[in-house]
T-cell receptor, first 111, second 112 residues
């Protein structure tokens, strides 16, 4: 199964953009790139996902490298509520078992 | 719309006792998943189901059994609880394998 690599932790200032990187050098052609986040004492929540093209939604943007071996989750204007563990996950269209969480990136936001 | 509901939210078991965790979803999702999360770690997949009447093993299935008798419910059973099964358990569901997954709020289980 393809795996992802993320930095253990990152810090950012409130109201500034945040770029969270993810490497997935062994990604397959059918893997979708998903991002979830987990706030303290809560279950994970979906943030965004994409296959090849960059994606935007109300929460964030996802920038996918042309070779798809890396991606970046962009929070355009961080708030204190964005402090969480962010997980980059590869999900295969055909195999339900390939929903494997790594250790994620713990994002801290400075007021 | 309740989404994914897990019961109970907290439970303390003695070693060797059995229990069942219930996950219920009201979104008519085909796929359901059980994860465990140990302190300071990411989620690990225990078992999953791709539809009513089906189950399959994930990364860490030993010591657990599951059943999906009804589409909306996914049960996780511990036949003989061990201290190593102390963890927070999360259930999730999705329409298809590559779509957004919705998670429950978790069940905190302590085995003493």
């Amino acid at each position: 199964d393809a795996k992802t690599t993320q930095p253990n932790s990152m810090e950012s200032n409130e109201e500034e953009p945040v770029h969270l990187p993810c490497n997935h050098s062994t990604i397959s052609g059918t893997d979708y790139i998903h991002w979830y986040r987990q706030l303290p004492s809560q279950g994970p929540e979906y943030v965004i996902h994409g296959l090849t093209s960059n994606v935007n939604n109300r929460m964030a943007s996802l920038a996918i490298a042309e070779d798809r071996k890396s991606s970046t989750l962009i929070l355009h204007r961080a708030t204190l509520r964005d402090a969480a563990v962010y997980y980059c996950i590869l999900r295969d269209f055909s195999s339900a078992s390939k929903i494997i969480f790594g250790s994620g990136t713990r994002l801290s936001i400075r007021p | 719309n309740a989404g994914v509901t897990q019961t109970p939210k907290f439970r303390v078991l003695k070693t060797g006792q059995s229990m069942t965790l219930l996950c219920a979803q009201d979104m008519n999702h085909e796929y359901m998943y059980w994860y465990r999360q140990d302190p300071g770690m990411g989620l690990r997949l225990i078992h999953y189901s791709v539809g009513e009447g089906t189950t399959a093993k994930g990364e860490v299935p030993d010591g657990y059994n599951v059943s999906r008798l009804k589409k909306q419910n996914f049960l996780l059973g511990l036949e003989s609880a061990a201290p190593s099964q102390t963890s927070v358990y999360f259930c999730a569901s999705s329409i298809r394998p590559n779509t957004e997954a919705f998670f429950g709020q978790g069940t905190r289980l302590t085995v003493v």
